[in-house]
């Protein structure tokens, strides 16, 4: 079968389609043939050598994708043979044509979910998930501020915060991206461009604050964003791409919170929370990802410029 193989740690170009050996199912595991492919942030640190943790080489990224179960090893239970799933999570990666899983690292996708729409689920959705109630402890009639709002786990962010009650407040960097944002349930959207705009998101709360804010790129901005904090608020952060500098006193005089979000050290029991809050949103159509751009699998390297570049509007996915 085809599939992406990483040869060496670098650049978008180590990206190379390649013939590899077709996936075997054992114990409890899964083979799924995948119709699209999630491409995430967190792939582009494992592949130029960034990342705390290191595939051994060679290796093919990925831990998204959907698609329908083609082979079950010995004792699957849970999913059945023909079964259209979601994947959160792969032994092999999921840059290919098929997928070897453990059972438990796939999910029923409702007939109404696209493939594409289901390949966008697992990181950013669980990581959304995380992030307003696992370690945000978001509660119905909070503020929320997702700063950076356009991207797959802003727009997974306001969904899910809208769904349970929370007023969603939301930033991105284009007119196209913050209209999406307001299209998902964002009840007030800024340009996070414009030198202003902090002040008018504290503006927005008549001074009161925020309780809590998601932020993406906190090496940039976790510093400016703490004195929009009420008291007691909490700052979420899942993304991360340097050194932050704060100022302690933002959150001494609020009584205030930073909290990190990282799927790989998150109990399993709180991850299968998640799941299980998703497929509830996906029945009710509450959640909806939304997709930005579809590349073929072949051009890898071209989805992972595109997942780094600002300006992001909803989820890069790849087709095998």
Sequence with gaps: M??????????????????????????DQVVVQ???????PVDTYIRAGTYAVKPELPYTPGADGAGVITALGDGVTRVRKG?????????????????LCDSSHVHPLPEAVSFAQGAALGVPYVTAHLGLFFRGHALPGETVLVHGGTGSVGLATIQLARAVGLYVLATGGTERGRQICREQGAHEVFDHHAPEHLDQILHSTAGRGIQLIIEMLANVNLGKILPLLARGGRAIVIGSRGVAEINPRDLMVRNAD????????TPPEEIARAHAALHAGLENGSLRPVIGREIPLAEASKAHKAVMAPGAA??????P
């Design 258 to 265: 930073i909290r990190g979000v990282n799927l790989l050290h």
């Design 83 to 99: 079964q259209r799933v979601y994947v959160a999570g792969a032994l092999h990666g999921t840059y290919a044509e098929r997928a």
């Design 314 to 319: 909803g989820k890069i996915i790849l087709l």
């Design 2 to 27: 085809k599939a992406i193989v990483v040869k060496e740690f670098g650049g978008p170009e180590v990206l190379q389609l390649a013939n590899v050996p077709e996936p075997v199912p054992g114990w």
């Design 34 to 40: 995948l119709e699209a492919i999630g491409v995430n």
